[in-house]
Every structure is written in structure tokens, then in C-alpha cells.
């Protein structure tokens, strides 16, 4: 059980596009979805939080008209980078929890962005 | 401030040894302790957590951590690695008030035969 998806695995866009990531929870209610960040070798950089039907949280430099964040339904929320440059290139995993999951996260595979 | 310390970065062990990965936090109260895993290019997935009750937790793959408050600790600990091990181990908490987790560096495992 707790099974979140990802899509798409990798993408690679063309600077000044925009690309959407999605990410869904499987078998499960997700109540919170969580957006991270990861650079090379590095730890998880948590970028918003968002909660369902709610606007998303911003972690604090994080540019929120640069990454929208939509969590329409208690299994799917998107992450849409606009105007994607070659700085945005990373890899961007979100997690998911229900509301009886406290504290607990499920990650979905992540996606790997690669802006050209 | 709540922080995460996982003081090895990277960790070698032969195969069938012995592991223990360290991992310290910073929290005034008990917090909600996790281990996760993640293989290159994936995801992280749950090993183990540690809510409360006894503080020798179990989990998946042959993993256990112990928690201990006086040391503000909860390493990970395998008996016998197998090559399959080798991946990124992140330690991270949770805090009452708090929606999100801490995480810490991460601890890079290499299996050698």
C-alpha cells in the first residue's frame, strides 16, 4: 500500500517552456502532497506543501509564480515549471500523506528536468 | 531550530559486514524519527520509523534503529550488508507543529565484494 506515481520519469524541455510534472497517489487518500528538490549528490530541498483545495505553501525562496503547484483532488498535484531555464535542471520528487499517515511520507520516483 | 546531522557522508563496507549509519538531531522534544533509502535516480522509500514505545525499531530489508534520547540519536544498523544495499540513506524528522520533515545530508553506502 501508499503507492505514489510520478510522471513523466524525465523530460527534457527547451529553455522558455513550460513543463508539468504529476504526481498521484495510487492507493491512498493523499490529504498533503509535499514537493522537494534534489541537486547532485545533496539532500531534499522541500519546495511547498500543498494541501488539498488549498493553495499551496512556498518554502521561503522559492519562487512561486516560477513553480505552480496545484493539488486538485486528494490523489493528483501538479508542479508546473514556467519559463524553464537550463538553472532549473534538477530532479524533483514528491511525497504524499494521508490523513491518518502522521508525520509519514510516501514518495513517489521522482522526475528528472533537464531545460536545453 | 530543528536540525538533522548525518555525520558520514560516505560509508564503505565489505559485503556480509556489518553496518551502522549514524544520525543526530536537534529537537526539544521526542520527534518522529525516519530512515529512508533511495537507489540512483529513484525515489525514497521507508525503512523504518520510530513514533514512540520501544526504541529498538524493525524494518524492511533487514534494517533495525535504535532510538536513544540521551543521545539524541537513531542510527541504523544492518547485521550483514548485501551488495543490493549500496544507495543513499537519509535520516529525517518530524516534529509536533510542523507539516513537513527534516532531512538530514544523506549517507552514501558502497558495498564492495
Known amino acids: 500500500g501508499a503507492v505514489v506515481s510520478q510522471h513523466p520519469s524525465r523530460v527534457i524541455c527547451k529553455s522558455g517552456t513550460s513543463v508539468k510534472i504529476e504526481c498521484r497517489s495510487l492507493d491512498f487518500q493523499a490529504t498533503t502532497m509535499f514537493w522537494y528538490r534534489q541537486f547532485p549528490k545533496q539532500s531534499l530541498m522541500l519546495m511547498a506543501t500543498?494541501?488539498?483545495?488549498?493553495?499551496?505553501?512556498?518554502e521561503q525562496g522559492v519562487e512561486k509564480d516560477k513553480f505552480l503547484i496545484n493539488h486538485a483532488s486528494l490523489t493528483l498535484s501538479t508542479l508546473t515549471v514556467t519559463s524553464a531555464h537550463p538553472e532549473d535542471s534538477s530532479f524533483y520528487i514528491c511525497?504524499?500523506?494521508?490523513?491518518?499517515?502522521?508525520?509519514?511520507?510516501?514518495f513517489g520516483p521522482g522526475t528528472r528536468l533537464t531545460v536545453t | 531550530a530543528q536540525s538533522v546531522t548525518q555525520p558520514d557522508i560516505h560509508i564503505t563496507v565489505s559485503e556480509g559486514a556489518s553496518l551502522e549509519l549514524r544520525c543526530n538531531y536537534s529537537y526539544g522534544a521526542t520527534p518522529y524519527l525516519f530512515w529512508y533509502v533511495q537507489s540512483p535516480g529513484q525515489g525514497l522509500q521507508l525503512l523504518l520509523k520510530?513514533?514512540?514505545?520501544?526504541?529498538l525499531v524493525q524494518g524492511i530489508k533487514g534494517f533495525e534503529a535504535e532510538f536513544k534520547r540521551s543521545q539524541s540519536s537513531f542510527n541504523l544498523r544492518k547485521p550483514s550488508v548485501h551488495w543490493s544495499d549500496a544507495a543513499e540513506y537519509f535520516c529525517?524528522?518530524?516534529?509536533?507543529?510542523?507539516?513537513?520533515?527534516?532531512f538530514g545530508t544523506g549517507t552514501r553506502l558502497t558495498v564492495i565484494p
Open positions: 520510530y513514533f514512540s514505545g520501544d526504541t
Open positions: 511525497s504524499a500523506r494521508g490523513s491518518h499517515q502522521y508525520y509519514e511520507q510516501y
Open positions: 529525517a524528522v518530524g516534529v509536533t507543529g510542523a507539516n513537513n520533515l527534516f
Open positions: 500543498s494541501n488539498e483545495g488549498s493553495k499551496a505553501t512556498y
